[in-house]
T-cell receptor
């Protein structure tokens, strides 16, 4: 049981480049989320999805796009990378109601030069 | 506004000593509460959760947490810390809107 799988684990981009961070879960969870983790700021919600075809913005959505065409996959797209997007990105999923704990991937460490 | 506060950025304890990590929340109603642990280079792992009922909840790795409504707190405790407990700990809450709010984390250092 792989749980939540994120790829790549590390990436370096130049300002203005685009990129997609991949997230896949094999637990048939309806709910999936993307967070960014920055020093001293904890985890901040970027976008989330409550099911295939349904997404919504979180606390810090600017500069990021998401889509959810299948239950398993929830990719995060950076259309034009900026140095302020240098961060560690975590994908999470959970089942059932919103009171369920989330399962996290191991993260993608992204540096924008 | 809803918030989760972890007042301590860093905590250092000696191996074998007891541990308490603080978490305070600000919500209109009692939220669902969680503690997660993050080892270096890893994602977050659930330690324990509180939904309702008994205010003292047991988790994995010998951790427990006590919910105190009057203090809006959900502090994490362990009677005897092991060197492998060195990590970053996050408190989180959700009120049922599918949006979780995380505290800023407490980094635990364990002295041999």
């Amino acid at each position: 049981n792989a749980g939540v799988t994120q790829t790549p684990k590390f990436q370096v981009l130049k300002t203005g480049q685009s990129m997609t961070l991949q997230c896949a879960q094999d637990m048939n969870h309806e709910y999936m989320s993307w967070y960014r983790q920055d020093p001293g700021m904890g985890l901040r919600l970027i976008h989330y999805s409550v099911g295939a075809g349904i997404t919504d913005q979180g606390e810090v959505p600017n500069g990021y796009n998401v889509s959810r065409s299948t239950t398993e996959d929830f990719p995060l797209r950076l259309l034009s990378a900026a140095p302020s997007q240098t961060s560690v990105y975590f994908c999470a999923s959970h089942s059932g109601g919103s009171n369920q704990p989330q399962h996290f991937g191991d993260g993608t460490r992204l540096s924008i030069l | 506004a809803q918030s989760v506060t972890q007042p301590d950025i860093h905590i250092t304890v000696s191996e074998g000593a007891s541990l308490e990590l603080r978490c305070n929340y600000s919500y209109g109603a009692t939220p669902y509460l969680f503690w997660y642990v993050q080892s270096p280079g890893q994602g977050l792992q659930l330690l324990l959760k509180y939904f309702s009922g008994d205010t003292l909840v047991q988790g994995i790795k010998g951790f427990e947490a006590e919910f105190k409504r009057s203090q809006s707190s959900f502090n994490l405790r362990k009677p005897s810390v092991h060197w492998s407990d060195a990590a970053e700990y996050f408190c989180a809450a959700t009120s049922g809107t599918y949006k979780y709010i995380f505290g800023t984390g407490t980094r635990l250092k364990v002295l041999a």
